[in-house]
């Protein structure tokens, strides 16, 4: 079992940046794979980025490319999603969740591959 939680959400002008964190505890958690997906109020729930268990590997989506990094320590079980330049475009509920397997993009941007969720934490961009 994995445990995930979501922290850094908040309320930021557009142009402004964020960091999101995922803590994470359970059973060799710091071999999951991590995914952060979003959702915005009356849309589905949109993939974000993955990072592989190593950190080694990343993917983005392409509305998020070059605004958004994920990255993971995982001597401290935390996986984290800095955004800048935002925009009111990107306020929602941010999740992160956890997968066993990596796979590729296609793949791991779906919400239905991953074992794992947490909470959420909301991000509301002002214009």
């Known amino acids: 079992q994995v445990h995930l939680v979501e922290s850094g959400g908040g309320l930021v002008q557009a142009g402004g940046s964020l960091r999101l964190s995922c803590a994470a505890s359970?059973?060799?958690?710091?071999?999951?794979?991590m995914g952060w997906f979003r959702q915005a109020p009356g849309k589905e729930r949109e993939f974000v980025a993955a990072i592989d268990w190593r950190g080694d590997s990343t993917y983005y989506a392409d509305s998020v490319k070059g605004r958004i990094t994920i990255s993971r320590d995982n001597a401290k079980n935390t996986v984290y999603l800095q955004m800048k330049s935002l925009k009111p475009e990107d306020t929602a509920v941010y999740y992160c969740a956890a997968v066993a397997t990596w796979r590729n993009v296609v793949v791991m941007s779906r919400y239905d591959w991953y074992d794992y969720w947490g909470q959420g934490t909301r991000v509301t961009v002002s214009s």
């Open positions: 359970g059973r060799t958690v710091t071999s999951y794979n």
